[in-house]
Structures are given as structure tokens and as C-alpha cells.
């Protein structure tokens, strides 16, 4: 593989051949190219961008840039990815009832980056909790409670990290095919045998636009199939915070609740995309499976799979039945309808940088965060509300920055006479 030629063949939008892309994708690992020949790659791609075949390559090179798991367990290995929004503790419900109802889900995830929360900075703002983990550690993890949440090892995928360092600093971060190798070669890395993709949008969404999000959801199953890795995606509606908190400990707060009462949107997610999953991997039927993650989920099994795997990851082991006194929330004050009527519509994105501006979020990677601040009791689209009813309560410790959250909860929260007509939470569903 020539680079010079493939940059040439790329600039003049000719096809790239997949064995040259494969070739330049395991090389991003290495010293062998230069920051500028991947800098002219990554521009290339997104002014130009690639075919099926090219696609797939640069993410199995991606993905066999570093280590690669392979799994031998008596079960599905299956795992689940969000392009990310607010108020989305989804993997923390989803993976424990997956490993209740028999699979297993070896999930590497991420951390917040912007105004959408991540999966990791959740689940260590419970004290104790570890995510950085050694291979073996991880592996013992997944075999023994079923499902483990951790963050990747320098390991996995290397060519990944090295490409998106040039995205950031070259403005090609937003480029479909990009994203789409990037958020595969990670997830394949794991070794699982079935993926299901939630792709978010709607304003509390990394992308608001339902076109972009898609075409990203079909560019990733086509790309993840490709691949061999059997996928399905929905897109879902994110006009509102899926749980009804957005931040860090007061999503695990949420999530607690949300397993005890059963009930909403974000449980009626988890058994969605759970069944989806099991279905795809298995070839069942989604109902039968549905109905299987939802037993797991009454009987008690899917949270205490939870409390074994926050227990095994170094959080408390009577978590679970204590978790009310381990939760640390920042003061509360409270946000109240100015009149009385529907709640139209919330500005998810709004509500997401505020939690960022509070310190609970990130602008760059290195930031660290305040896991006590958020929001909590937020209400939902089309809920009927009384003059002075609580819309929303704000968790943080300086005075100031909570009357200045008030005013920004407040025009994020609208307010008015018409009842919204609902919106469906799966918008569309995305198959081979």
C-alpha cells in the first residue's frame, strides 16, 4: 500500500481499494504515517467519502489496529451502543437484565463529552466504583455476573484514538463515514455476536436532526454487517431527557427508581432494545424476548445482576438496598411553573450545557467533574401542569450559579395552553 497513491485516489474521488484501506487503517497504530498523510486522509473522507467496501475496511483495520476479545461462554455475547442524549442511563439497566435473562455483555463504553452525559461518569459517581480495568478483571467480571462496564484499554483500537486526535484538530469530526469506523471498530473490538444501536435525535440529542441521524443509523448497521457482526438500529426520539434527571448521580438515583417502579419511556427502551438484541443474535422472536427481560426485571434479577457488577467493580456491596445512602446530590432548589397548562416542549441541549456549566459535564477530555450537580425531577412532554408546580429542581452548591440554573430551566421548560400531540419513542427501525 502506497499512501501517496491512496491519498491521490481519495482527493480524485476514485474508488480506494479495501485491502490499500485495511492496510492504512492497521498503520494508524504505527509511526509508519505521518500526522499529515492522516490529516489528508480524514479531510479526504469527509469532503469525498468512502464505499461499502471501503467502509468496512478502514473499520475492521480500526478494530485490528490493537487487541481484539474473543469470548467462550455458555450464552449469547451481545452489546448494546447510544449515539448519545440526555437523561440516557440505558446500559445501566439494559446490560445487568441482559445478563439476568442468560447473555452477556462485555460493554466498553465512554465517558461525557459536551452537553450529553456518559456512561462512566455515571456509574463511578457511586463510591467506590472502578472502570478502568485490567483485561483479566474484566473478563472475570462478565463471567461471573454477566455483564461488566468498563472503559477501553489503551489496547483497543489504538488507530481510533490516533484518527480522531487529527479529526479534532483538522474539523473533520463530523464526518458519517469517520464516526461510523470509529464507533464500530471500538464495539467489534469487544468480540460480541450481536449489536443493537440506539441513534438519538431530537433536542436533548447529539444530532437534532432525524435525517442525519438516519443516515448514520443506516451507514452504521450496513458497515457493522459488513463487517460480520449481525446489527440493528433504532432511531429514537430524544425530544425530552429519557430519565426525568440529567448529571451524574442524579441519573443513578433515577435509574434506581426507575427499577423499582417498573414503568416509562426509559424502561420501555430497555426492553425494547434488549429484545431487539437477543432477537437478532438468536434468531427468536423479539415478544418472546421482551417478555423474558421483563420478568427479569420484575422478579428483582435484572438489579441485583446490577448490584453484583457495581459491587465486583469496587462500589458498595449492599448497594442496592442502601443506594439511597450512598447517592451524594449537590442542594436542591426548586423551579416552578409560572402558569398553568401542558409542558410543549423542553430544550434538551439547553438543559445539558447547564448541567456542563454546573460542573457536571466536560468541554474538553480533561476536565473533572462534579458527580453531586444536575437536575432531577424534571417533567415530561405533555404532562399537565398547575402555576407554582415543581417543573424541575437544580442540585448545586453555589447560590449564584443555582438562581442563574433557575432562569436557564425555566426558558428550557416551555410551557403553554395546548396539550402536544405524543410522539412515538421508536421512530424507525433500521435493518440489513
Known amino acids: 500500500m502506497n499512501v501517496r497513491d491512496l491519498l491521490e485516489r481519495l ?51 480500526m478494530r485490528d489496529s490493537g487487541q481484539t476479545l474473543q469470548w467462550d461462554l455458555p450464552g449469547p455475547v451481545v452489546d448494546k451502543h447510544s449515539t448519545g442524549g440526555v437523561g440516557d442511563a440505558v446500559s445501566l439497566m439494559l446490560a445487568p437484565l441482559l445478563a439476568a435473562s442468560g447473555a452477556y455483555v462485555p460493554m466498553i463504553s465512554g465517558r461525557g463529552l459536551g452537553h450529553t452525559g456518559g456512561t462512566l461518569d455515571k456509574l463511578e459517581a457511586i463510591p467506590g466504583v472502578k472502570t478502568q480495568l485490567s483485561e483479566a478483571s ?12 468498563v472503559a477501553a484499554t489503551p489496547e483497543i483500537a489504538p488507530a481510533d484514538k490516533r484518527l480522531y486526535a487529527v479529526r479534532d484538530v483538522t474539523g473533520t469530526v ?21 449489536l443493537v444501536l440506539d441513534v438519538k435525535t431530537g433536542s436533548g440529542a447529539v444530532m437534532t436532526d432525524p435525517a442525519q441521524a438516519q443516515a ?14 449481525p446489527t440493528v438500529a433504532l432511531v429514537t426520539d430524544m425530544g425530552q431527557p429519557l430519565l426525568p434527571a440529567i448529571g451524574n448521580a442524579v441519573e443513578i438515583a433515577a435509574l434506581m427508581e426507575a427499577f423499582e417502579t417498573q414503568s416509562g419511556r426509559f424502561v420501555d427502551l430497555v426492553l425494547t432494545l434488549g429484545s431487539v438484541v437477543l432477537a437478532t443474535h438468536q434468531g427468536t422472536n423479539e415478544a418472546a424476548e ?36 450512598y447517592i451524594d446530590l449537590a442542594s436542591a432548589t426548586e423551579v416552578h411553573a409560572k402558569q398553568s397548562g401542558y409542558v410543549t416542549s423542553i430544550d434538551g441541549t439547553a438543559l445539558g450545557q447547564l448541567v456542563v456549566t454546573l460542573g457536571g459535564g466536560r468541554t474538553v477530555e480533561t476536565d473533572k467533574i462534579d458527580h453531586s450537580v444536575g437536575l432531577s ?30 432562569n436557564v430551566v425555566a426558558r428550557s421548560i416551555v410551557v403553554s395552553a395546548q396539550k402536544p400531540d405524543p410522539v412515538p419513542l421508536v421512530l424507525e427501525r433500521i435493518t440489513p
Do not use: Y
Open 174 to 194: 463530523r464526518s458519517q463515514d469517520l464516526i461510523t469506523a470509529s464507533i464500530l471498530s471500538k464495539k467489534l473490538a469487544a468480540g460480541v455476536g450481536a
Open 377 to 406: 425531577n424534571i417533567a415530561a412532554v405533555g404532562q399537565a401542569v398547575q402555576k407554582g408546580e415543581v417543573l424541575a429542581v437544580v442540585h448545586c452548591n453555589d447560590e449564584r450559579q443555582a438562581a442563574m440554573a433557575q
Open 11 to 61: 482527493r480524485n474521488g476514485a474508488g480506494l481499494p479495501a485491502d490499500d484501506v485495511r492496510a492504512f487503517a492497521l498503520g494508524l497504530a504505527e509511526t509508519s504515517i505521518t500526522d499529515a498523510q492522516v490529516g489528508a486522509f480524514a479531510m479526504g473522507v469527509c469532503l469525498n467519502g468512502l464505499s461499502l467496501d471501503a467502509q468496512v475496511a478502514l473499520t475492521e483495520g
Open 216 to 229: 448514520l443509523a443506516q451507514a452504521l448497521v450496513r458497515t457493522a454487517n459488513g463487517a460480520g457482526c
Open 138 to 149: 474484566f473478563r472475570r467480571i462478565v463471567g461471573n455476573v454477566g455483564c461488566a462496564i
Open 290 to 325: 421482551r417478555a423474558r427481560l421483563h420478568a427479569a426485571l420484575a422478579s428483582g434479577d435484572g438489579v441485583a445482576c446490577f448490584g453484583k457488577m457495581v459491587a465486583m467493580q469496587g462500589g458498595p456491596a449492599n448497594f442496592v438496598d442502601r443506594w439511597r445512602d
